[in-house]
């Protein structure tokens, strides 16, 4: 079976704190993709990045970082020095080889930074 | 802007009702996926279609339809409106490709009242 799993359903921090985001995935397939996508209040859904299986090298993007760990399953989130702006639903992603290509959602993340 | 556009933005109307959302991929994106997502909660995958053929179905009500016409835009029709049926309806696209990321329209909001 294929799943991810976004255990967090809120967060909420001060602004400047730090923030991670957790994201597990489930697939017996060795080639995949992951993703996060960002959903502020104003709903669009924004793409953020994007992570194959065999890439576990670690991303960073101003004061978004990512961390994929194949032996945990996992494609973590952290935000550095956390904004206001930064609030948002937080949807992590998983695309397989296998089946119709479909991509699977988590339930995603709510994000609360407070002034 | 993610190239994809989805019309109308709001939509309100009453149950028993028929609605037409539609859906204009990035230029060059082949595959248009529907999702539903209802006040705080996931993104519920409805339908895909790739070049005017649909590919994958996920959890769609027989009372929702949808196509993609040759000129690769896609219209999602949903018939016999319910309240519960009241939702963000999304339209994606992609190139084609395991790798490919989805790009999201800004989303139609459904009222049924």
């Known amino acids: 079976a294929q799943k991810v799993t976004q255990a967090q359903t809120e967060i909420s921090v001060v602004e400047k704190e730090d923030v991670t985001l957790d994201c597990v995935y489930e697939t017996r397939d060795t080639t995949y993709y992951l993703f996060w996508y960002k959903q502020p209040p104003s709903g669009e859904l924004v793409f953020l990045i994007r992570?194959?299986?065999?890439?576990?090298q670690n991303e960073i993007s101003g004061r978004y970082s990512w961390n994929f760990q194949k032996s945990t399953s996992s494609f973590n989130f952290t935000i550095t020095a956390s904004q206001v702006v930064d609030s948002a639903v937080y949807f992590c992603a998983l695309r397989t080889t296998s089946g119709t290509y479909k991509y699977i959602f988590g339930t995603g993340t709510r994000l609360k930074v407070l002034a | 802007d993610s190239g994809v556009t989805q019309t109308p933005k709001h939509l309100i109307t009453a149950t028993g009702q028929r609605v037409t959302l539609r859906c204009s991929p990035r230029?060059?994106?082949?595959?248009v996926y529907w999702y539903q997502q209802s006040l705080d909660q996931g993104l519920q995958f409805l339908i895909q279609y790739y070049n005017g053929e649909e590919r994958a179905k996920g959890n769609i009500l027989e009372r929702f339809s949808a196509q993609q016409f040759p000129d690769l835009h896609s219209e999602l029709n949903l018939s016999s409106l319910e309240l519960g049926d009241s939702a963000l309806y999304f339209c994606?696209?992609?190139?084609?490709?395991?790798?490919?990321?989805?790009?999201f329209g800004n989303g139609t909001r459904l009222t049924v009242t």
């Open positions: 230029s060059g994106d082949l595959s």
């Open positions: 992570r194959n299986s065999f890439d576990e």
């Open positions: 994606a696209s992609s190139v084609e490709g395991v790798r490919s990321p989805l790009h």
